[in-house]
């Protein structure tokens, strides 16, 4: 069931290019006469930008990340909208995941896909920092409950994918974005020991590119994956402590 539907992912995205090309300004230069004529998208791009409505996407990684991510799970969403007997939803913001997918066309497990957005270090074989798979102290930690901003409980996925997208940033491009490369692994299988954050409670996937790819990340069974990081000693704070025993009284009743 899961194998079949990253097979559909992998495919699925294979057809994904950097959509988001340029924040659009709709009014142009002083002098830019209308009716614009162009007879194919590049000469639509040129002219656009000639005429001043264009401006280059945020090179600020977080923000950058962001707009990729709400751009290809609208690309999936489209694609699922096209596949009898498969639905697909896209999660908040700041929330986990980020697209669920469930339905007959996959054997009528749910999954959950979560988009991580890397750039690619300047080494080309690695990701310029490490990718938070998880937050560790909260949903992840305490599989049966069910956190704000998910849908259900963690526990309750056929599968938990992450679909790893790595840019090579180019500030001289308006998209910032080259060399798009879309992964796709069950999440477990990219998982690292280390955390991605000292500050906040990650944990983090492999750097390495071509682990990333064949899914050889530091654990051998989802078992032991599971066992090592709901086992971790993350710090968890009032607002957390707060809300695990909100959840716990309330799922007790
Ligand atoms: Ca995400």
Same mark, same amino acid.
């Given at each position: 069931m899961t194998e079949k539907f990253v097979e559909w992912l992998r495919d699925a995205c294979?057809? @994904?290019?950097?959509?988001?090309?340029a924040i659009y300004h709709k009014v142009p230069h002083? !002098?830019?006469?209308? *009716?614009l004529v162009a007879n194919d998208a590049d000469e639509l791009a040129a002219l656009l930008q000639k005429r001043g409505h264009f401006s280059a996407l945020p090179k600020e990684s977080a923000a950058l990340a962001n707009v990729l991510e709400v751009s290809i799970v609208g690309y999936l969403l489209d694609k699922l909208k096209d596949l009898p007997g498969a639905v697909g939803t896209r999660g908040g913001?700041?929330?986990?995941?980020d697209l669920e997918v469930s339905g007959?066309?996959?054997?009528g497990g749910i999954f959950a896909v979560d988009v991580k957005v890397a750039r690619r270090a300047t080494n080309g074989k690695q990701t310029h920092s490490r990718i938070s798979? @998880?937050?560790?102290?909260t949903f992840f930690k305490y599989p049966k409950m069910k956190w704000? !901003?998910?849908?259900? *409980?963690?526990?309750?996925?056929t599968a938990h994918i992450s679909l790893l997208v790595i840019y090579t940033l180019d500030?001289?491009?308006?998209?910032?974005?080259?060399d798009l490369e879309v992964i796709v692994q069950e999440s477990w299988k990219v998982?690292?020991?280390?955390?991605?954050s000292t500050t906040r409670e990650y944990l983090g996937a492999v750097l390495d590119l071509k682990a990333l790819r064949e899914g050889?990340?530091?654990?051998?069974?989802r078992d032991e994956f599971y066992k090592y990081w709901r086992a971790y000693g993350f710090k968890v704070g009032r607002a957390v402590a707060n809300q695990l025993a909100k959840l716990t009284a309330e799922q007790a009743a």
């Open positions: 294979k057809g @994904y290019e950097v959509k988001p090309y002083e !002098g830019a006469s209308w *009716p913001e700041r929330a986990y995941p007959d066309a996959f054997g798979l @998880y937050t560790g102290n704000p !901003g998910t849908f259900r *409980p963690f526990g309750d996925y500030t001289n491009s308006l998209s910032r974005v080259t998982a690292s020991k280390q955390r991605s050889r990340g530091e654990f051998s069974t």
